[in-house]
């Protein structure tokens, strides 16, 4: 059972999630503390330690828009935050399973803020509201990359068989 | 049953025959560009290679572009630093397609990588970059990536877990009236396909309307693809796309052209009346909330930039300066002009472009990314609002949340620049 600590609508761009003027700032245990930095409430919070890992931050269609910076997908992981949406944009969400964030792609998903989550197989149980969501699965071939443990480790691996 | 373009492409980077929507591969790549973002790339390539007892190396240093753009010269001493790490790299691993802070050879990723003839028809291309897309211009397959994802590509050669996209062919026909043109288009059809509107697909733009385009237009089109989230935006290459290679990027060897089948299968096909279009907006804060320019227009504005990957070569400036030659920049707006190279800076210059613009109160700033992404020069101050030639509006983008930003033409932003509002171009900048 996991908390959802905030609730975005649709199109959330990179520039939400990790504002372009922190961009010089790349190493994954340096980005979280600018994750969401405009949304100030949440990044303030999210410093604090204030939400247990695992928490839920819930978006609407098409989430991670734009950008293609890393950092977007590295900030969030530093919290360990579970990232549910209706939608995500194509890098974001290929950037996301490389770095190993925990995502969830629910199309009819409905949670506000203080709901009650739980994933069990493939829906998402909204146990304040009593509802359900089928969650979409990823890809087989991307479901590799996080069954290696990421893309660097599915990498490794890769390299490791071609020098062989 | 035929192939599209990007489905031609992957087969052949594949080693494949026939390929089919949905299907993963590992395509070849054929060029691999970053920027300042590379000081990231570098980190998660070591970071592959640790503890393997193997030797760091690149798989193809010939095939690996790295152009700095984003903060030039460097804002801070971070970017300074990340900009320090990246040289050693590249002269360390024999990497030549590097293109520093210089006067003779920098400017925009995506407009180096054109100009200098990196791009070919039929390439895959991938970029951290989400623009990445502009090289579809060319007739290539190209993308945006993360930086692990690049670290992946410079250790194997290959883009790991491509899915083949499903394309969407917008076809165009017709003539654009005056003072409309490529950017005006594009705005048009991410209205009218939304934001998410080509999700996971490409979009190939066919029709009469493309096939006379300049390159300098179908460079618009592809780097504002992926504002509508396609993959990818593509344009067949043709005798025009030859003509640029050539006489423009000085391409000397054979360039095998590509292009898709006549029964290709498309998810979707649009079609655009070039001729009805009229000079287009993006309103804050989505790209896709596009109106036509009369129903915003008179709003005053604080800062007008023209430049960019998307807007910043020679005919946009040749543009503007037409506009703007013997006019004056109204008092309480700031134009910035960000060529997208410092080639097209110097062009422009011979031509006298600059010193027109200059002479009507704009200020010419160095080739680069700043400004549009917010993190070096130009940022807006609190309630401040821009009209800017670039590709994103986003809430906080051009460095400030409590800022807005429209996007426009080179058209609409010279004329507006007189007046200090946005202004219909067709109506004159009076």
């Known amino acids: 059972m996991a908390k959802v600590i905030h609730q975005f609508g649709d ?65 969030v992981k530093g919290y360990e935050l579970t990232m549910m949406a209706k939608g995500f944009a194509r890098i974001f969400l290929q950037n996301a399973i490389n770095l190993g964030l925990n995502l969830v792609v629910a199309p009819e998903l409905e949670a506000k803020v203080g709901d009650d989550l739980e994933v069990k197989g493939d829906t998402v149980f909204n146990h304040t509201s009593g509802r359900s969501f089928k969650i979409e699965p990823l890809p087989q071939a991307r479901q590799a990359i996080i069954d290696a443990g990421g893309l660097i480790a599915y990498t490794r691996k890769k390299l490791l068989e071609k020098v062989k | 049953m035929g192939y599209t373009l990007v489905e031609k492409i992957l087969a052949r980077a594949s080693g494949k025959l026939s390929v089919k929507v949905g299907e993963v591969l590992e395509p070849a790549v054929d060029l691999a560009m970053s920027h300042e973002n590379g000081a990231l790339v570098i980190n998660q390539f070591l970071e592959v290679y640790r503890d393997t007892g193997l030797p760091p190396k690149v798989w193809d240093p010939s095939k690996i572009a790295i152009i700095f753009d984003h903060r030039v010269p460097a804002e801070s001493s971070k970017t300074a630093t990340n900009q320090k790490k990246i040289r050693e790299f590249v002269k360390n691993q024999g990497i030549t397609k590097f293109h520093d802070i210089r006067g003779d050879r920098g400017g925009i990723c995506h407009q180096i990588l054109s100009e200098s003839g990196y791009v070919r028809p039929g390439y895959v291309v991938v970029g951290t970059d989400s623009h990445t897309t502009t090289h579809g211009a060319l007739g290539a397959f190209a993308f945006g990536i993360g930086a692990t994802e690049m670290a992946a590509v410079w250790t194997l050669g290959k883009a790991l877990n491509v899915e083949v996209p499903a394309t969407i062919k917008v076809v165009v026909n017709g003539e654009f009236p005056p003072m409309v043109g490529p950017k005006d288009l594009i705005l048009h059809l991410i209205g009218k396909i939304s934001a998410q509107g080509a999700n996971f697909r490409v979009i190939e733009f066919h029709g009469e309307t493309i096939r006379k385009m300049p390159t300098s237009g179908r460079l618009v089109l592809c780097n504002m693809s992926v504002e509508a989230g396609a993959t990818s935006g593509i344009v067949p290459s043709d005798t025009e796309t030859l003509r640029y290679l050539r006489e423009e990027a000085g391409v000397k060897e ?40 009369n129903e915003v227009a008179g709003l005053k504005l604080n800062q ?44 422009a210059l011979q031509k006298g472009y600059l010193s027109d613009l200059m002479e009507a109160g704009a200020v010419i700033v160095n080739p680069g990314c700043g400004c549009c992404l917010g993190v070096h020069q130009g940022a807006l101050g609190d309630g401040e609002v821009a009209l800017a030639t670039t590709n994103r509006n986003f809430k906080g983008r051009m460095g400030n949340p409590n800022a ?11 004329a507006s620049a007189i007046t200090g509002v946005i202004t219909d171009p067709r109506k004159g900048g009076n």
């Not at chain 1, 980005?31 to 330690?49: G, H, I, M, S, V």
């Not at chain 2, 979707?268 to 993006?282: C, G, H, N, R, S």
């Not at chain 2, 807005?404 to 010279?414: D, F, G, K, W």
Request: glycine share 4%; net charge negative; with cysteine.
């Open chain 1, 11 to 75: 199109d959330i761009s990179t520039d939400i999630i990790y504002p372009g003027r922190f961009m010089a700032t790349v190493l994954p245990n340096e980005t979280p503390a600018y994750a969401f930095a405009d949304e100030l409430e949440l990044n303030a919070k999210l410093k604090n330690q204030e939400f247990p890992a695992g928490s839920v931050i819930v978006a609407g269609n098409n989430f991670g828009c734009g950008s293609s910076r890393e950092q977007a997908a590295s900030a």
């Open chain 2, 254 to 293: 054979e360039i095998p052209l590509v292009t898709p089948d006549a029964d290709a299968e498309y998810a979707q096909v649009i079609e655009i009346d070039a001729a009805k279009l009229t000079p287009q907006i993006a309103c804050p804060h989505t790209v896709d909330n596009v109106k036509a320019v």
């Open chain 2, 404 to 414: 807005e930003v429209y996007l426009c033409s080179p058209q609409v932003a010279a």
């Open chain 2, 304 to 347: 007008i930039v023209i430049g960019s990957c998307t807007n910043g070569r020679l005919d946009d400036l040749a543009v503007a300066a037409g506009i703007l030659k013997d006019r004056k920049v109204a008092s309480e707006v700031r134009l910035l002009i960000f060529p997208a190279s410092w080639s097209i800076y110097k062009k």
